[in-house]
């Protein structure tokens, strides 16, 4: 996530006026590119150092909910990586082509562009992939338990020889 957040905002510069076909500001799709990857980066970041915290000490896996966390996960860098490669192509900004004007029409107007990618921004990287994330992911990743369940014979010996 952290990657295709990064690689978004380079190819978000890249893309400065790649909806001119469309008749956009030629900023749009910059702009939406960067609104798309600050929260994309945050949460990659923020599920880089969870991961790190629960397997930084010894650790067991609960491999099935983890291998449904990791297609969720998968699935989300997907997405991330699918806007990275479609954003400096003026088509993805193009809908159907007005015999009119002879000019293509835009899929969305500009303030509907801005409105569905903030949405999209708020609702897919920070909300669903943290709330997935850490529901289905990190919980497959259980810390192993320091403390004993019962009786401890050894600890009582050891606790018996230091007592004065």
Same mark, same amino acid.
């Given at each position: ?11 978000? $510069? ?19 590119? =960067?609104?798309?990857? =600050? ?9 880089? *150092?969870?991961?790190?915290?629960? !397997?930084? #000490?010894? $650790?067991?896996?609960? #491999?099935?909910?983890? $291998? ?28 159907? @082509?007005?015999? #009119?004007?002879?000019?293509?029409? %835009?899929?969305? !107007?500009?303030?509907?562009? @801005? ?14 992939? =943290? ?19 019962? *009786? ?5 010996? =050891?606790?018996?020889?230091? *007592? %004065?």
């Amino acid at each position: 996530m952290v990657a295709s957040a990064a690689a978004l905002i380079v190819m978000s $510069f890249l893309a400065y006026d790649a909806a001119s076909t469309v008749r956009y500001n030629a900023l749009t799709p910059t702009l939406g590119g =960067i609104i798309f990857s =600050i929260p994309l980066g945050v949460a990659g970041l923020m599920l880089v *150092r969870a991961i790190r915290d629960r !397997s930084e #000490k010894g $650790f067991l896996l609960q #491999k099935g909910r983890l $291998f449904f966390g990791a297609l969720g996960l998968i699935m989300w860098i997907a997405l991330g990586w699918a806007y990275v490669v479609q954003i400096g192509n003026s088509s993805t900004y193009e809908g159907g @082509f007005n015999t #009119k004007t002879q000019r293509w029409d %835009p899929n969305f !107007s500009e303030r509907s562009f @801005f409105v569905l990618t903030l949405g999209l921004a708020v609702v897919y990287p920070t909300g669903v992939s =943290i709330a997935a994330a850490r529901y289905l992911y990190l919980d497959a990743i259980r810390p192993v338990s320091t403390t004993v369940a019962g *009786r401890d014979p050894t600890g009582e010996m =050891i606790a018996e020889r230091n *007592r %004065p």
